[in-house]
DNA sequence: GTCTATAGAGTGATAGAC
DNA sequence: GTCTATCACTCTATAGAC
């Protein structure tokens, strides 16, 4: 007769469900604190979007700041990565290019969590202390330092300033997430087609690139 | 414009102590509105802000909405109109020389109206509904029109996208209100001063000028 | 592990004394 | 016009039955 072990072991039938469950309480939290903020969210409205009783979400997250770090911090790690792998040695022309498609691809494959960023700086970051204090500052001048480094080989125009530069990179990209409702609505459609990411990215590289000076 | 959005505080005589008070409630307002975005501001925050008890708010403003509405309506009345501003038979160079000029100092000059249309935009725009559907399209059209003008004078690289131009003149400058708090971070300053704004303003404008081919 | 039931604080809004 | 006191409701969070 075969022995059922399954009650005895640490496996239990539960941890699928609760991986599963997990990401749906992930999923719905990123819409609602996309669509309402931190504050603005509420874990009842989570709850029903992830199809589950309001005192689950409470037994998977801590609570609900636990909840928003942990939406917040996979957005975090994606965040800079793009940037910090511009390289004065490389090729200013194609770094750029690449970088603005990289930007334009994440606003539109991942809004919501371009719209929660932009939520949590909005209303001040209270949430992101940590993340502006420790070293941003060193970061953002090694960034600088690399467009430093093209202008002085003579590869992109004097006048610049980099840091407003980066802003520029940073603010036309992420417009196609954030503001996506008012592009839309600008445009007459519903939503975006991969046509007009494609004309946006064209034409921002295209301004972008000689207006910098960059051949 | 393509739609005012008038004012829901309703018309009463204006004292002299009611146009006090309900400008102190307006101001606190707008503070709250910008941190927490609608559903995210309190009443009694706001009450608070204001000097005032929380039943005083809801004396001089229907509820809660209308006070956003009035706030709201403000902003909206000085969105648009700088962009209307804009005309074929002007000069390209000067035109959008003083419309970056003019868009980042009111970015500068008010942050919290620039978050607050941010914070509504992101959220879906539930209370923008009427400003984005009447004849919104048809304004946007207009705008862009320009610009093709100017592009079949010569005056424009051809390959760019006039409504992507738009969507980067906004973009660009309103990002020195709505992330302030990353820009500042970044430049290790608490807060930008009237240095910063102008070295932002001649990169901004050298780099878009330039790269539309305008001369 | 799951979910009902509920505590306790906070919400927008209002009635009514002053 | 002003403000206290309070209503009905919703919020986050938890205790405890299953």
Chains 1, 2 share one sequence.
Not at 13 to 24: D, F, H, L, S, V
Not at 48 to 53: D, G, Q, V
Not at 80 to 87: E, F, G, M, W
Request: net charge neutral; with cysteine; aromatic share 10%.
């Amino acid at each position: 007769m075969p022995l059922d072990i399954s009650s005895h072991t640490g496996e239990k039938p539960a941890g699928r469900i609760r991986q599963k469950n997990e990401q749906q309480i992930l999923a719905a939290a990123e819409q609602e604190f996309a669509a309402c903020g931190f504050k603005g969210a509420s874990m009842r409205d989570i709850a029903e979007r992830a199809n589950l009783p309001k005192a689950n979400i409470h037994y998977y997250f801590k609570n609900k700041l636990g909840l928003y770090f942990a939406v917040l911090s996979d957005i975090i790690d994606l965040w800079d990565s793009t940037l910090s792998n511009l390289r004065a040695e490389d090729d200013a022309a194609s770094s750029l290019t690449k970088y603005l498609r990289k930007k334009i691809e994440f606003s539109r494959d991942h809004p919501l969590a371009s719209r929660i960023f932009a939520s949590e700086i909005i209303s001040g970051g209270p949430n992101l202390d940590r993340y502006f204090t420790e070293g941003y500052e060193e970061w953002f001048r090694s960034r600088t330092a690399v467009f430093e480094q093209w202008q002085q080989q003579g590869k992109l125009d004097a006048s610049i300033a980099p840091s407003h530069l980066i802003f520029l990179l940073w603010s036309s990209t992420q417009h196609y997430a954030d503001f996506a409702l008012q592009v839309s609505s600008a445009l007459g459609k519903k939503s975006l087609d991969n046509q007009d990411y494609e004309q946006a990215i064209t034409t921002l590289t295209h301004i972008i690139l000689k207006g910098c000076g960059i051949k």
